[in-house]
């Protein structure tokens, strides 16, 4: 296997207890280079948990990890030297301004000040935080700080960067320009590991997602194919349609993976494949009316919801 | 196989502590305690000035006057310092780390290719510079202003003994910022934290010279009958104030700026046979003297800060 093909990030039987509380409970997980990885999940299922045991910002209680080939436990320095990290709810020295917390990050890497001048300035004109760089980061909007915590990642020119949950609490705008960046730095070759519970956002941002349920990864793969396996199909066709009952008029229907009443007349097909035609055709061929059909493809909500059907999310918060 | 960690521990080390030092001399809390303790030193100096001038007689060591002398109201300059070198220490500390938790950057910080031990000795660095700084700074206008208005230079052994003075009130200082770390890493919240080391501080300024005399007199009773049970009482006193370190600075100084002091603990008359009283003692004699206190004092800081070291590197990131 050539170094371009090993995972950049691998974890194998990953637990981590906080007393008789397990956080994260042997998960595996391998992340290849150029890749985005999602951690999708409610609150208090491990996303952060794993993340901070990724950086070596604590301690397995049991399993192994290797970020870029190093154990961040034994090459802490090393590995936090090319991975950016975007905290969940990101603090900044908020009297001092933009770049000077930043040249104190970039001084702590240990980049010489004209290095990091040069990497700072062009950081801040990427976020778009030129113009307000000299001024205190206490004035900073949501947005803004996210942005800036984004700058550091750039800044510190990390090979993976691993961002908790980076859209929490934006306004849509800046949501929407955070994910921007965000798909640039992903267009640079950088492997970006990316924390949420948005589905719509990790559906449009992410190569591969891992679905974490109380410390356990249940699923992990491409959006497309968990769509298919946890709900059948990656095509809902929504039919509303008097004087037959569906199921039965569908059951051997090919492409079809399930037909679910949702009322009287309405019912809902999943399908892995445009099934429309053929359910209009059949229902009319049964005999019914068939008054109106709507097509979709299936999202990660539904996964999600499909997924965690039934959980006590209590137990897990 | 070795668990040795990679790289030196002390990366980042001054970066930390210069930030920390650069955000204490801009900050506000900083400036409205400096200011207290520099208006109270010029005030109690102004006055030992006046009380000096009035009393002028024969004494070798007039400078050192200048920091003992008391006058009514006011106390004298080192009792200002034993009082004051506390506050300034907690206003620089109590907040070190629970501070990074509650502002959210520690995580970030550490995010950065440093080890803990560089942060939590960064910013206990950070603090001592600013401390040295002020206590530098102070003792230089207190000079100053002796030179100017008592008309003569100091000698070379008050300087001596002054810098003496100097690194004891640095060290206590540094008792007081340790404190104030341990507080800052065992606490979580900053607010906490500064109540906890506050209370402390009264605890030692103001309610054990009243309570090691209670305690030991009930740990060590009087036999009136036996004299040696009066020195055993004493000695237990002794030792348990000697717990504050209120009570190890207050001595040290005692015996640096007083040559004529002899012993900071009984004396028996036996003892004194041959010695000319209020004769001064050479320098070397008040430094021995001294010495287990300023030892005491740099036992206690050690102390403190591995306490804070330990929980710190037990902490979990995650608040």
């Known amino acids: 296997m050539s170094a371009a093909e090993a995972p950049v990030i691998e974890a194998g039987g990953l637990t981590k207890r906080y007393g008789r509380f397990t956080a994260v ?4 997980l391998a992340v290849n280079k150029g890749e985005v990885f999602g951690l999708l999940g409610p609150n208090g299922s491990g996303k952060t948990t794993t993340i901070l045991l990724l950086l070596g910002l604590t301690e397995p209680s049991a399993g192994t990890i290797r970020v870029l080939g190093l154990d961040p436990l034994r090459k802490p320095l090393s590995v936090k030297r090319r991975v950016g990290y975007l905290p969940d709810q990101i603090g900044f020295y908020d009297h001092l301004s933009a770049e000077e917390n930043l040249a104190y990050s970039a001084r702590l890497a240990g980049l010489a000040s004209a290095e990091a001048n040069r990497r700072i300035s062009d950081a801040l004109a990427r976020v778009r935080l030129s113009d307000v760089r000299g001024k205190r980061v206490a004035t900073y909007s949501r947005g803004m700080r996210q942005r800036l915590g984004l700058a550091e990642v750039l800044a510190k020119g990390s090979e993976i960067a691993i961002l908790d949950e980076p859209t929490s609490g934006l306004d849509p705008q800046s949501t929407q320009e955070l994910l921007e960046l965000i798909r640039e730095l992903a267009a640079d070759g950088v492997t970006i590991v990316l924390s949420s519970h948005l589905l719509a956002m990790m559906q449009s941002l992410c190569d591969r997602v891992a679905l974490f349920s109380r410390g356990r990864i249940g699923l992990i793969g491409k959006v497309a194919d968990l769509t298919a396996d946890v709900l059948g199909g990656t095509h809902v066709v929504e039919v509303e349609a008097d004087g037959i009952d569906l199921a039965a008029v569908l059951k051997d229907a090919p492409h079809i993976a399930a037909v679910t009443p949702l009322r009287a007349g309405r019912w809902r097909v999943d399908a892995d494949a445009d099934v429309r035609a053929d359910i209009a055709h059949r229902t009319v061929q049964a005999g019914g009316a068939l008054s109106g059909m709507t097509i979709r493809q299936s999202s990660l909500d539904e996964v999600y919801a499909r997924f965690f059907e039934g959980e006590d999310h209590d137990q897990a918060a | 196989m070795t668990r040795q960690r990679e790289g030196s521990p002390f990366a980042g080390l001054s970066t930390v502590a210069l930030k920390e030092a650069a955000d204490h001399m801009n900050s506000a809390r900083i400036h409205l305690v400096m200011l207290l303790v520099i208006l109270t030193a010029i005030g109690s100096v102004y006055a030992a000035i006046g009380q000096i001038k009035a009393t002028i007689g024969e004494d070798q060591f007039l400078f050192l006057r200048l920091f003992t002398t008391a006058q009514q109201p006011l106390p004298s300059f080192v009792s200002f310092l034993g009082f004051l070198i506390p506050l300034v220490a907690i206003a620089l500390g109590f907040d070190a780390i629970n501070g990074e938790y509650s502002r959210r950057t520690l995580s970030r910080v550490l995010s950065q290719p440093i080890y803990r031990d560089a942060l939590l000795t960064g910013k206990f660095l950070g603090g001592l510079i600013v401390i040295a ?12 202003l002796g030179i100017l208005s008592l008309g003569l230079p100091p000698g070379g052994e008050e300087i001596a003994r002054g810098l003496a003075f100097l690194f004891a009130s640095f060290v206590y200082a540094g008792v007081w ?18 109540l906890c080391a506050l ?19 009930a740990v060590a009773p009087v036999d009136l009958l036996d004299p040696m049970t009066a ?4 000695a237990v006193q002794q030792g348990l104030a000697r717990i504050s370190p209120n009570v190890l600075y207050g001595e040290a100084t005692l015996a640096l700026l007083n040559p004529a002091t002899r012993s900071l603990g009984l004396l028996f008359p036996s003892q004194l046979s041959g010695a000319l009283m209020g004769a001064p003692l050479p320098l070397s004699a008040s430094l021995a003297l001294v010495w287990p206190q300023i030892a005491g004092m740099i036992a206690a800081l050690i ?6 070291y330990v ?6 990131i995650r608040a």
């Open chain 2, 199 to 217: 209370t402390l501080w009264l605890v030692f300024t103001v309610f054990w010279p009243m309570l090691t005399p209670l305690v030991a007199g």
């Open chain 2, 133 to 144: 700084i002020c206590l530098l700074t102070l003792w230089l206008l207190v000079t100053g």
């Open chain 2, 311 to 316: 929980s710190f590197q037990r902490q979990e």
């Open chain 2, 303 to 308: 102390v403190l800060f591995t306490i804070a």
């Open chain 2, 231 to 234: 020195v055993h009482q004493i």
């Open chain 1, 25 to 28: 409970d042997g998960i595996d």
């Open chain 2, 177 to 194: 910022l340790a404190v104030a770390m341990a507080f800052s890493t065992l606490v979580k919240s900053p607010a906490t934290s500064a």
